[in-house]
């Protein structure tokens, strides 16, 4: 049967009816359209669905959608505010942080919430902090860089 | 990977969560954070046709201090008691076991409660929960009852707790002065699992021999367990390296250790000596 839930999506409140076995990254994905998150492993070992629920970085497909009912919910989609970057998706853009970019949403995500909680991280803080993350182009290195520069900038 | 159709409900009380267990027991499941059970849900292990989400119960997240006693809601995420700054002072075992589960995200969303009654043989918390001789409440149909550390782990993924009992809250003695806590694992590179995870609390008298001592070790057989001959070595005796050395040889005493593909069963039992060696010695120099 389906449930009656309303999320605030990057500031807009949507009230959807949705099975209750529905992923909230699926909820995104298809129910609004949101397709800057991404699906990668299904496993909640890769981190490409990272978004923040009520501030918390969390892995949306393991989270049902109903889950997420009463909450605000940030995606990549989100995070620039009035047509500026975030500082972290500038520092991914300034310092090469991706090459395909499949992880970035998750990647950019993942690190703003270290920059939240450690605004002065250490390289290792960093690499610490995104072993939630996994991306296979890159080797880590310019992704890394990329959260210092951001760090710095903000 | 979708998980087969159920029915899903929110209770906003224990009571009613309980008395909602209690009439679906054969066919529910209890949601709390999730990330051992909706995994285990979208590969079709579990297909519980109801859920009961006790996510939304106010009052089941928090850490106090009761008397002699640290109490953690069943709710509390591993994140919340990684970032307690009074846990890191008084009892250090619980931020340091936490920060070691899986990744950020893992933390932010699973919680101590869960992870407890999922029971996984290879998750940190029944090290940590073992060594600190903590007491589990269960509420049940029939009111509450106390179940100690030792009692709760029965087999792989099973725990004493009754089909339609649901684990409220954790109560942690608090540690005594002159106690020396550490957590050590060694991750699976991949899922971030305990191969082996061991957990210490220790106490040493003012003559600096040890007063007594706890060992919980998991991720080696099919539930943590309390290395007593480990315990029994190092009690009344010096904390010398030769002794801690010779304690440690008895870390997989007894013990039908796992094999899989990532460790056999003979790995797992000298990562077990070793990493119990290295674990005591990291909390006695935090003395």
Not at chain 1, 78 to 101: D, K, S, Y
Not at chain 2, 130 to 149: H, P, Y
Request: hydrophobic share 40%; proline share 4%; aromatic share 4%.
């Amino acid at each position: 049967m389906k449930k009656a839930i309303s999320i605030n999506v990057n500031g807009t409140p949507h009230n959807t009816e949705v099975e209750p076995r529905m992923l909230l990254v699926h909820y995104l994905r298809d129910a609004l359209a949101l397709t800057g998150t991404h699906v990668g492993c299904e496993t909640s070992l890769c981190g490409a669905c990272t978004v923040l629920m009520d501030g918390q970085a969390v892995k949306s497909c393991t989270i049902f959608a109903v889950q997420a009912d009463g909450s605000q919910v940030t995606t990549i989609e989100g995070l620039a505010q009035n047509g500026e970057l975030h500082p972290v998706q500038e520092g991914f853009w300034e310092r090469h942080g991706l090459q395909c970019g499949y992880c970035t949403p998750g990647m950019i995500i993942a690190a703003a919430q270290i920059l939240e909680r450690n605004p002065n991280p250490s390289q290792e803080e960093i690499r610490h902090g995104l072993e939630g993350n996994l991306c296979r182009c890159t080797g880590y290195q310019h992704i890394v860089e990329a959260v210092e520069y951001a760090a710095k900038k903000s | 990977m979708i998980p087969v159709q159920f029915d899903y409900v929110a209770p906003a009380t224990l009571d009613e969560a309980a008395r909602l267990l209690a009439e679906h027991q054969d066919e529910a499941k209890l949601l709390a954070g999730g990330h051992s059970l909706i995994p285990a849900m979208k590969l079709r292990l579990a297909q519980p046709s109801l859920l009961i989400d006790i996510g939304r119960i106010k009052d089941l997240a928090y850490i106090t201090e009761e008397g002699d006693q640290i109490r953690i809601g069943a709710m509390t995420t591993h994140y919340q008691i990684e970032a307690s700054e009074r846990l890191k002072e008084i009892c250090p075992l619980l931020p340091e076991c936490a920060a070691s589960i899986g990744d950020v995200q893992v933390r932010n969303k699973g919680t101590i409660g869960g992870s407890l009654a999922h029971a996984d043989p290879a998750a940190d918390w029944p090290a940590a929960i073992l060594a600190l001789d903590a007491e589990m409440i269960a509420v049940g149909a029939q009111g509450e009852r106390t179940i100690r550390a030792q009692d709760f782990f029965v087999d792989m993924l099973t725990t004493s707790l009754e089909p339609n009992e649901i684990l409220r809250e954790i109560r942690v003695p608090q540690p005594q002065k002159n106690t020396a806590q550490a957590y050590m694992k060694v991750a699976q590179p991949a899922s971030g699992f305990a191969v082996v995870g061991i957990a210490v609390n220790l106490t040493r008298g003012d003559d600096g021999r040890c007063q007594s001592a706890n060992i919980g070790i998991t991720g080696v057989a099919a539930k943590a367990y309390r290395a007593s001959n480990v315990e029994s070595a190092l009690a009344g005796n010096a904390l010398d390296e030769q002794t801690i050395a010779a304690a440690a040889a008895h870390a997989a005493d007894g013990v039908d250790a796992n094999s899989d593909l990532y460790a056999s069963a003979d790995y797992r039992r000298h990562l077990a000596e070793v990493y119990t060696r290295r674990a005591i010695q990291k909390a006695i120099a935090k003395l």
